[in-house]
């Protein structure tokens, strides 16, 4: 097999990369384009998320790409995490309003329904609110569920 040649591309910030097939070969070359945040399909979006946490509401900007565990810790609130993977359930929250998706996570499906989920694994597809919880009241229900 023939070695291919090398591609020295920008480590600029500013560039995001795709590929797109060479019609003269199977091989695929990696093209520099302007950052994608103009482009309407692939826009990241900004949503308003509250988070009611140590008797307080605090109102946080997340973007969908983010997670609400993240901007959470960033924003310098100190909401319980371990794992940041969706398996530890160490940072439980309630969903009082709105959606996110935690396809990531390993709540079961009937504990999500119930309004249930994990900052860590919650992106934000709209303006949301949620309230922190006890990890036991959260780890009662997956087991019960898990148990059914």
């Known amino acids: 097999m023939a070695s291919l040649p090398a591609l020295h591309l920008p480590a600029t910030p500013s560039f995001k990369y795709f590929l797109l097939p060479n019609k003269k070969s199977p091989i695929h070359h990696t093209l520099p384009l302007p950052c994608l945040r103009h482009c309407s399909f692939s826009a990241v979006r900004a949503y308003k998320v509250l988070v009611e946490h140590g008797g307080g509401t605090t109102e946080l900007e997340v973007d969908s790409d ?21 398996v530890c359930m160490t940072c439980p929250a309630r969903l009082v309003g709105g959606s996110v998706d935690q396809s990531e996570g390993m709540l079961s499906d009937d504990v999500i329904e119930r309004g249930y989920t994990l900052m860590c694994v919650a992106y934000p597809k709209s303006d949301c609110h949620v309230r922190v919880i006890p990890e036991e009241e959260l780890l009662s229900l997956q087991l019960a569920t898990a148990n059914d």
Do not use: N, Q
Not at 67 to 86: E, N, R, Y
């Open 66 to 86: 983010e997670t609400i565990l993240s901007k959470a810790l960033d924003s310098g609130l100190d909401v319980p995490h371990d794992c940041k993977l969706g």
